[in-house]
Each structure stands twice: as structure tokens, then as C-alpha cells.
């Protein structure tokens, strides 16, 4: 199972356009669009989960796709790093201790 990071979409993409245009390629296991938490809005990228074989041919076929005026960013996605805490980066630069 591969996740496929899909960049830069139309702001009027929804999930099932998503899962839509990468079922063309295999069997899309989830198609989802990122959307802000206050607003509902999309963010302009989603995640996409296809098995191995059928990621592949998607990322292959939609690297130079143009979706309703937009190149789309289509690849493996990275694991999520953690984010670090403003709390945890240590005493700040003027804090001399004195």
C-alpha cells in the first residue's frame, strides 16, 4: 500500500473527484482532501491510497496532468514528521539567566 501525495489541486475538488480521476489508474483504497479545520475550505492538496503496483502507474501518468487550469503534484508521500512545540526549543536567545 502506497500513499500518493497530490499537490497544488483545484480549490473546487472534493474526495470523490479525488478518488475519481486515481481509480482510473487501480483500485483507490482512500481519496482525501485536505480542508482547513476553522473553515472547511480545501488546503489544495490531498493524500491518495492505492496498492503499490497501481501508485506507481498513477504517479506515472498524472506527473504533468493539468486539472481545471492547475498542474498537479503527484508523488510517494513522505511519513509525517513531528512537529516540535514552541514550548521545546530551550530558554530563548534573551533569556541570559541573570
Do not use: H
Not at 475538488?13 to 482512500?30: C, I, M, P, Q, R
Not at 493524500?47 to 506515472?60: C, G, H, L, P
Amino acid at each position: 500500500m502506497k500513499s500518493i501525495f497530490v499537490g497544488n489541486l483545484p480549490w473546487s475538488a472534493k474526495n470523490e473527484d479525488l478518488e475519481a480521476k486515481f481509480s482510473e489508474f487501480g483500485n483507490v483504497t482512500s481519496a482525501r482532501v485536505m480542508t482547513d479545520k476553522f473553515t472547511g475550505k480545501s488546503r489544495g492538496f490531498g493524500f491518495v491510497d492505492m496498492e503499490d503496483a497501481d501508485a506507481e502507474k498513477a504517479i506515472a501518468a498524472l506527473a504533468d496532468y493539468e486539472w481545471e487550469g492547475r498542474k498537479i503534484t503527484v508523488n510517494e508521500a513522505r511519513p509525517k514528521t513531528e512537529r516540535s512545540d514552541s514550548r521545546d526549543r530551550g530558554p530563548r536567545r534573551d533569556s541570559y539567566g541573570f
